[in-house]
């Protein structure tokens, strides 16, 4: 067997991820300024290297004279910390829902995906537009409409393994030595789909960063004084032409992150799932 080179691609996307990480983790050590601080006399400053840019201000100011770095790092901070508990709870929910399918089976099966199917026909951006506009924002509705999206794409997974794996004989002894459902899904069937729900996870991620960056830049998602990457971006589209920079960096920014997370997802389903494994002698 020849063991394969790492991919360079898969490195630097892993590199660019950790460094996300460690920015919204201590990246408020190192910020020279407060989040809130203003300086109305340096508003709308180009970043330190350009003609009219401040040392103080690396890359440069907004339009109320905030300083991009600290804006940046706690739009990632909220960004990763919403797309982290939506994955989760979306995750959690989706799974216990094929699991519960594809214990009972027979009607509970048909309509918990029945529900799924109505769940997948739906533009979810629309159904997030609509409970927001009627409900009114708040952060936990936020985190939750978060969760929502996705899960079925986890209650089709978890069903179809799930099902494969009680089909396997290792289930098959472990029912008749007489363990109650309980043990045989947590102990037995779920170490062995973990793997897909992993790859999976990976893959929902990016779309749900993307999701709330949409509705934030819509003024639908986080409110102040939070902030986020999509309301940093939507705060600086009214001067593109003048302020470049209000909009670029966290634009730039979700644009790395969503990649980065896709192509290590797609590195993991490929070193996971034996069935795209390649081999080489």
Aim: charged share 10%; net charge positive.
């Amino acid at each position: 067997m020849i063991r394969q080179r790492p991919n360079i691609i898969v490195v630097l996307a892993s590199i660019i991820l950790a460094v996300a990480v460690g920015v919204a983790l201590i990246g408020n050590v190192f910020t020279p300024h407060a989040v809130t601080d203003q300086a109305l006399l340096s508003r709308l400053k180009p970043p330190s290297w350009m003609e009219g840019g401040e040392a103080a201000f690396p890359l440069g100011t907004d339009r109320i004279g905030r300083d991009m770095v600290a804006r940046l790092v706690a739009g990632l901070q909220m960004s990763l910390s919403v797309a982290l508990l939506g994955t989760l709870i979306g995750a959690v929910f989706g799974t216990t829902i094929g699991f519960i399918a594809a214990h009972f089976r027979g009607w509970v099966e048909e309509i918990l995906m029945m529900v799924v199917d109505f769940q997948a026909s739906l533009p979810f951006i629309l159904i997030a537009l609509t409970l927001l506009a009627f409900f009114g924002n708040s952060m936990v509705l936020f985190i939750i409409l978060m969760g929502m999206f996705g899960w079925e794409t986890y209650a089709r997974l978890a069903r179809g393994v799930v099902l494969s794996a009680r089909a396997q004989p290792y289930a098959r002894a472990i029912v008749a030595l007489g363990a109650n459902p309980g043990r045989l899904y947590l102990r037995h069937v779920l170490p062995n789909v973990a793997s897909a729900l992993i790859v999976q996870v990976t893959l929902t991620f990016p779309q749900i960063i993307l999701l709330e960056t949409s509705l934030s830049f819509l003024g639908l998602g986080i409110q102040p004084p939070n902030t986020s990457l999509g309301q940093i971006l939507g705060d600086g589209r009214d001067y593109l032409s003048t302020a470049w920079w209000i909009s670029v960096w966290p634009g730039l920014a979700i644009f790395l992150i969503t990649l980065s997370m896709s192509i290590l997802g797609d590195a993991l389903r490929d070193r996971l799932d034996p069935m795209l494994k390649t081999r080489t002698t």
